[in-house]
């Protein structure tokens, strides 16, 4: 029998990203313009104006926080760590460390071949960018009412169930690399980044890659009738 919401069930991680998205919007709105993930930034770079000498440096801070975020986590629940692959027999660094390294960063699963994830994360990351820009567009609001930061939430929580099952879902170059980054210095060593003939890179390009493709075809299909 299949549990739904159960503690560390899937639901409830997709669930538990989106709120986090929401949050962290919130928080960061006013300093920054909510910039969580670099694929956004750089889309709007590309078609909303904002400053490309700000790229690079707001995609390392996303990183950076992305980092910090898992080396909290990592903190909390290193004793589970330890329980987990004491009793499953598992040592960091060997491929089947993949089952505690997949907590900080995706990996595809195993009937996904890696152009078949690439194309997951420019699909899924492209929907992610459509949404931001239709919530987020002043031509298309019907009120005053900023819903934005629940529906952009909401549409990382129906990405989450609607693509994760191949690849995790990503859609966030930040969110992927910071967390994988800890997860090599944490123990799991080169596994990380040479698994899956080096994997690592797709959840890096594909979500920069689908997210100027949601943004070229929001403006297409949407933008263009609300000038």
Not at 5 to 28: H, K, P, Q, R
Not at 51 to 66: D, E, F
Not at 177 to 184: A, D, E, H, K, T
Not at 196 to 201: A, G, I, L, N
Request: hydrophobic share 50%; with cysteine.
């Amino acid at each position: 029998m299949v549990v739904l919401f159960g503690l560390g069930s899937y639901e409830t991680i997709t669930w538990g990203w989106g709120l986090a998205v929401i949050f962290g919007i919130y928080v960061s709105a006013k300093i920054s313009g909510a910039h969580l993930n670099p694929a956004v930034t750089l889309a709007l770079a590309l078609k909303r104006n904002f400053p490309w000498k700000k790229v690079i440096p707001y995609s390392v801070a996303q990183i950076a926080g992305a980092f910090m975020g898992a080396a909290l986590l990592y903190f909390n629940y290193h004793e589970a760590f330890a329980h987990f692959e004491s009793s499953s027999s598992i040592v960091r660094g060997n491929l089947e460390s993949l089952k505690t390294a997949g907590i900080f960063a995706t990996y595809p699963a195993t009937f996904v071949s890696n152009f078949g994830a690439f194309v997951d994360q420019v699909v899924g990351t492209s929907l992610l960018v459509i949404l931001i820009f239709a919530v987020t567009d002043e031509r298309n609001q019907s009120n005053e009412i900023n819903r934005a930061p629940f529906i952009i939430g909401l549409t990382v929580v129906a990405i989450g169930m609607s693509f994760g099952g191949n690849a995790g879902y990503a859609i966030n170059p930040a969110r992927d690399f910071g967390p994988r980054l800890l997860s090599y210095f944490a123990g799991w060593g080169q596994l990380v980044f040479t698994a899956r003939e080096y994997y690592f890179c797709i959840p890096i390009v594909a979500p920069l890659l689908g997210g100027l493709a949601g943004a070229f075809l929001y403006d297409f299909f949407v933008g263009r009738f609300l000038e």
